[in-house]
């Protein structure tokens, strides 16, 4: 299975990195980026996603509230949550906010993402 993902992170950079780490694997496809979550849910209005993989910290709605939305109005689409911090009470609130996991920046793979997809419940 191919993953179409879309990026949320109001850092350019890192969904840059993102990307190209994606694009290195046949088991992610991105169809779509956005800085934050008001232009994540009008993107997710618009395509056919499969996985999002959010920031935790950004200006607005944070990740974790996005998670949440994400999981009401987008009830098939998995969420990746993440942050730059490793502080594991993110793992918790990801986890009450609906997201399939939380993955430390420092710590994200194409090995990581997929176990996180693939260890999570079926809709």
């Given at each position: 299975?191919?993953?179409?993902?879309?990026?949320?992170?109001?850092?350019?950079?890192?969904?840059?990195w993102l990307?190209?780490?994606?694009e290195?694997?046949?088991?992610?496809?991105?169809?779509?980026?956005?800085?934050?979550?008001?232009d994540?849910?009008?993107?997710?209005?618009?395509?056919?996603?499969?996985?999002?993989?959010?920031?935790?910290?950004?200006?607005?709605?944070?990740?974790?509230?996005?998670?949440?939305?994400?999981?009401?109005?987008?009830?098939?689409?998995?969420?990746?949550?993440?942050?730059?911090?490793?502080?594991r009470v993110?793992?918790r609130?990801?986890e009450?906010?609906?997201?399939?996991?939380?993955?430390?920046?420092a710590?994200?793979?194409?090995?990581?993402?997929?176990?996180?997809l693939r260890?999570?419940?079926?809709?």
């Amino acid at each position: 299975m191919t993953y179409r993902a879309v990026l949320v992170d109001d850092d350019s950079l890192f969904r840059d990195w993102l990307r190209s780490l994606l694009e290195t694997s046949e088991d992610f496809k991105v169809i779509g980026e956005a800085s934050c979550a008001a232009d994540c849910i009008v993107l997710l209005n618009a395509v056919n996603a499969d996985v999002v993989v959010v920031d935790v910290h950004m200006p607005g709605r944070d990740g974790l509230e996005l998670a949440e939305h994400i999981k009401t109005h987008f009830p098939v689409v998995k969420t990746i949550v993440t942050s730059s911090h490793n502080d594991r009470v993110y793992s918790r609130l990801a986890e009450q906010e609906g997201a399939q996991a939380f993955i430390p920046k420092a710590e994200l793979s194409i090995a990581s993402l997929l176990e996180a997809l693939r260890a999570a419940p079926v809709p």
